[in-house]
């Protein structure tokens, strides 16, 4: 091992990697509470039901149309409203991943 540091670290020293690990995990966060607060809509069954999502995945909202409501078919008003909500959380998670992949390169940090 090299005096005073670890061998081939492109000449940072251990300062400089702490500092921009800092800066890297302070930048995550930043971009984490962003992306919680930005909102996500998807729609299932040609637009009959949408949802919209914020990226701390909470239900902001549910619109089915009123043609879409049928008493006699409860069951496709579900499924439509289970599709048109994972949609959004699916978008919102994707999106969340690709944003923190640009700051983090990659790298699985944990946040």
């Given at each position: 091992?090299?005096?005073?540091?670890?061998?081939?670290?492109?000449?940072?020293?251990?300062?400089?990697?702490?500092k921009?690990?800092?800066?890297?995990?302070?930048?995550a966060?930043?971009?984490q509470?962003?992306?919680?607060?930005?909102?996500?809509?998807?729609?299932?069954?040609g637009?009959?039901v949408?949802a919209?999502?914020?990226g701390?995945?909470?239900?902001?909202?549910?619109?089915?149309?009123p043609?879409?409501?049928?008493?006699?078919?409860?069951?496709m008003l579900?499924?439509?409203?289970?599709?048109?909500?994972?949609a959004?959380?699916?978008?919102?998670?994707?999106?969340?991943d690709r944003?923190?992949a640009k700051?983090?390169?990659?790298l699985?940090?944990?946040?």
């Amino acid at each position: 091992m090299a005096k005073g540091g670890f061998p081939n670290m492109g000449g940072m020293n251990m300062q400089q990697m702490m500092k921009q690990a800092q800066r890297m995990q302070q930048d995550a966060l930043r971009a984490q509470q962003e992306l919680e607060t930005r909102v996500f809509e998807a729609a299932a069954g040609g637009g009959m039901v949408s949802a919209r999502v914020t990226g701390a995945k909470r239900l902001e909202s549910l619109v089915i149309q009123p043609e879409c409501v049928d008493p006699d078919d409860v069951e496709m008003l579900q499924d439509l409203v289970v599709a048109a909500v994972n949609a959004a959380l699916t978008e919102a998670a994707e999106t969340s991943d690709r944003e923190m992949a640009k700051i983090t390169g990659g790298l699985n940090l944990g946040l």
